[in-house]
């Protein structure tokens, strides 16, 4: 992975570096480093937690791990453009059922959500070029 990735803060955790060694900012916590043997196995359950639950049920996304991180990839993005246009269309549309208080609630939920769907992306991406190969070196 290019060192370049990343950056940005990662609600869940990740860090620029782990008991296995180095990894990129914004790397999922839960996940061990491609350095680590079988770190495959926590990156496809990292990533079937971040798709929708039957995802589970095919054989094919557990069986290559490069078309799961590939779909969820393109799930959790779309999620994050749902999170985009729901904050700019809350206030439009639910002001006639929300008081103040509770649209202003609703839109710091919306932003935390999106807060954290742009890290799962960041994470799910990071995978996907890992599983294709490409390391990450840290710069000096």
Do not use: F
């Not at 779309?78 to 059922?97: K, S």
């Amino acid at each position: 992975m290019s060192p370049g990735l990343g950056g940005h803060p990662n609600p869940e955790g990740g860090s620029t570096g782990s008991a296995h060694g180095p990894v990129p900012p914004g790397w999922p916590a839960s996940v061990p480093p491609p350095s680590v043997p079988e770190w495959q196995p926590a990156a496809v359950a990292w990533l079937l937690d971040h798709c929708p639950a039957d995802y589970r049920g095919y054989d094919g996304w557990v069986r290559y791990p490069v078309a799961l991180a590939w779909i969820a990839t393109r799930h959790v993005d779309g999620q994050v453009e749902v999170m985009r246009e729901a904050y700019r269309r809350a206030r439009v549309e639910l002001a006639d059922h929300l008081d103040p208080e509770g649209l202003s609630q609703v839109l710091a939920t919306i932003e935390r959500e999106g807060l954290r769907l742009r890290a799962a992306a960041q994470g799910a991406r990071m995978i996907s070029q890992a599983l294709e190969g490409l390391t990450w070196v840290p710069r000096l």
